[in-house]
T-cell receptor, first 108, second 112 residues
Framework: GIQVEQSPPDLILQEGANSTLRCNFSDSVNNLQWFHQNPWGQLINLFYIPSGTKQNGRLSATTVATERYSLLYISSSQTTDSGVYFCAGSQAGTALIFGKGTTLSVSS | GAVVSQHPSWVICKSGTSVKIECRSLDFQATTMFWYRQFPKQSLMLMATSNEGSKATYEQGVEKDKFLINHASLTLSTLTVTSAHPEDSSFYIC????????FGQGTRLTVV
């Protein structure tokens, strides 16, 4: 099955800093999503991005499908951005496979 | 976007009892749903694929007799943890959707 590698595993930032999270896939995927998991466990979908670039406020994501990786950019980070970020991918008709996550801590 | 609802959000049960968790797709039909489990400080691990009208497919290492899955309609899948033990305490979450996956709120199970 697909292997998903996320980096870095942990990230500590000062408020206002920018960051880039990366996700590598061992094989091509048809579906790719980025999530933020809140303290109650709920998965907040950030982007559905099997290819291309999308932006939503201070967040943006880029997927280069031919090279099997995706990047999540967080600009001007805020303390509320803290938490665990997951990327996950799947091939058609199969379940999303998750990376191990990046734990982000933003301090004021 | 589509909505997946999971119930209950949290449950505490005694060791040896069974617990049922429901996963509903509220505004779309789902022939396939997926169940995941997440232990503290770990990632989400796929447990099983729930197929409407047929048997579930379990991932390696997941006991099918312990985690009973029923997908009796196009909008409802249930996961029953039978004879629960403290080591079954975990966060269980379901998903559905073609292409983009939509997740339920998750169920935090504590077995005492």
């Amino acid at each position: 099955g697909i292997q998903v590698e996320q980096s870095p595993p942990d990230l500590i930032l000062q408020e206002g800093a920018n960051s880039t999270l990366r996700c590598n896939f061992s094989d091509s995927v048809n579906n790719l999503q980025w999530f933020h998991q809140n303290p109650w466990g709920q998965l907040i979908n950030l982007f559905y991005i099997p290819s291309g670039t999308k932006q939503n406020g201070r967040l943006s994501a880029t997927t280069v499908a031919t090279e099997r990786y995706s990047l999540l950019y967080i600009s001007s980070s805020q303390t509320t951005d803290s938490g665990v970020y997951f990327c996950a991918g799947s091939q058609a008709g199969t379940a999303l496979i998750f990376g191990k996550g990046t734990t982000l801590s933003v301090s004021s | 976007g589509a909505v997946v609802s999971q119930h209950p959000s949290w449950v505490i049960c005694k060791s040896g009892t069974s617990v049922k968790i429901e996963c509903r797709s509220l505004d779309f039909q789902a022939t396939t749903m997926f169940w995941y489990r997440q232990f503290p400080k770990q990632s989400l691990m796929l447990m099983a694929t729930s197929n409407e009208g047929s048997k579930a497919t379990y991932e390696q290492g997941v006991e099918k007799d312990k985690f009973l899955i029923n997908h009796a309609s196009l909008t409802l899948s249930t996961l029953t943890v039978t004879s629960a033990h403290p080591e079954d305490s975990s966060f269980y979450i379901c998903s559905a959707g073609q292409g983009q996956a939509f997740f339920g709120q998750g169920t935090r199970l504590t077995v005492v």
